[in-house]
């Protein structure tokens, strides 16, 4: 990868020497869907910077449970992730790959030498925390104050907006998973949105209407 590649990819960097300073530190990953890149526990030792794809990010309890938090998409990084290597504090977080994904690594060391020399690499990170702060306040916002039926449909949008497409291949499970309640409660919400006809229920498969963000807003 060329330095105009990467700052194609990273419009936010345009400072020549850290789009040099990136490639030569940084390793380029390419990771499969379903690939678990950090989990709970254990110590992060790089910074990712998702070029192409998207991670999920997921907050595990005690019990394993598991809530949806927010997605990594091309030119982002984590603010869990950052602050976990800040501090030398293992994992708090699970992050699994979404779609195929490119990354480029960079290491905790790195990160930290970054910091100090470039102004436009500290406004990123700066950015990202406040991004993404934001994105865990609605997260938190959603399981305290709004119905499952409110979540679970934003939740579609969510994904519809995503994948950029109207079909869905997920489980009820897994969609439970991600909101922190039981299969049952998912399949009986997703039955009464089929028995309106918003979407259409298939083996591990939801057909989604065009229209079905303007449905739900109504």
Not at 39 to 64: A, Y
Not at 77 to 94: G, Q
Not at 161 to 170: R, W, Y
Request: charged letters at 30%; a negative charge.
């Amino acid at each position: 990868m060329t330095t105009e590649e990467l700052k194609n990819a990273l419009p936010n960097f345009t400072d020549p020497k850290l789009l040099e300073a990136i490639l030569e530190k940084g390793q380029i990953l390419k990771l499969e869907p379903g690939k678990i890149l950090m989990e709970p526990g254990k110590f992060i030792k790089m910074v990712p910077i998702v070029l192409e794809g998207s991670i999920k990010i997921m907050r595990m309890d005690e019990d394993g449970k598991e809530l949806f938090l927010y997605y990594l998409d091309a030119g982002e990084t984590c603010a869990l992730s950052l602050t976990c290597c800040s501090a030398s504090k293992p994992s708090e977080i699970k992050a699994i790959v979404e779609d195929p994904t490119t990354l480029i690594s960079i290491p905790v060391a790195v990160h930290e030498q970054l910091s100090d020399e470039f102004k436009q690499w500290k406004d990123f990170v700066s950015s990202t925390y406040q991004s993404r702060f934001q994105e865990m306040l609605i997260a938190l916002d959603a399981v305290a104050f709004k119905r499952m039926d409110e979540r679970l449909m934003r939740y579609i949008v969510t994904k519809m907006k995503q994948h950029k497409t109207n079909e869905l291949n997920t489980t009820h499970q897994e969609i439970a998973n991600e909101l922190g309640t039981s299969r049952e409660v998912i399949s009986r919400l997703l039955k009464q949105l089929e028995k309106k006809k918003w979407i259409e229920l298939g083996r591990n498969v939801i057909y989604i209407r065009d229209d079905f963000e303007e449905l739900i807003s109504k």
